[in-house]
């Protein structure tokens, strides 16, 4: 009855939503290692709860018990992402920052493995709403380390006073996940720098700064 109970709660809980130890641990890791394989290879619609069981080294039904469905694996793995990210720059100018952020953007969507990743998560969260939720935490987590660069710059003069961080960051990325995600284009060191320059002018010039800050 007591191990009933436990699969129930278990089966209840989203993915991704409780931190496991120990031997569970390891088999989390070792399922969103096969997943994240999976998606590189073969893409979201090529993702297979059977697959990522054999190539893990989990039972079969262990996956679906946790993880329910591909769009719980890849859910997984999105909270795994935003736990194992790294930490913010701090370069001592918002010039340097804001390098650094695009730099980190640009390197993540060429990567040969990290790329095809987002593509595959991108599509799992235009057709699913736990997905999309999740790359949205994924993001949310991202500007939220990122934000206190916007605030040293708004302490030392860089920028106006009111200058929305969380705008800044999503204005030097957009343009990169435009050519990443929608025009299919080639990502250079030239985009990520002009992204910046051309973020870098706007906030200057107070355009980050909303209309009740500015009053």
Known sequence: MEQETRLSAEQSVAPGTVRPGGRTAKVRAAVLEATQDALVEQGFHGLNMDRVAAAAGVGKTTVYRRWGSSTGLVTDLLHDMAEQSLPAADTGTLDGDLLANARLVRKTLTD????????????????????????????????????????????????????DATEVLRAVSAPLYYRFAVSREPLSAADAERSVAVVLAAARAGAFVPPDAAR
């Open 112 to 163: 040969r493995r990290m790329g095809p990743v987002f593509q595959a998560v991108i599509a799992a969260a235009a057709c699913d709403a736990d997905c999309a939720t999740a790359l949205n935490g994924f993001y949310t987590t991202r500007l939220r380390e990122w934000a206190p660069a916007v605030a040293r710059a708004v302490e030392r003069g860089e920028v106006p006073a009111g200058t």
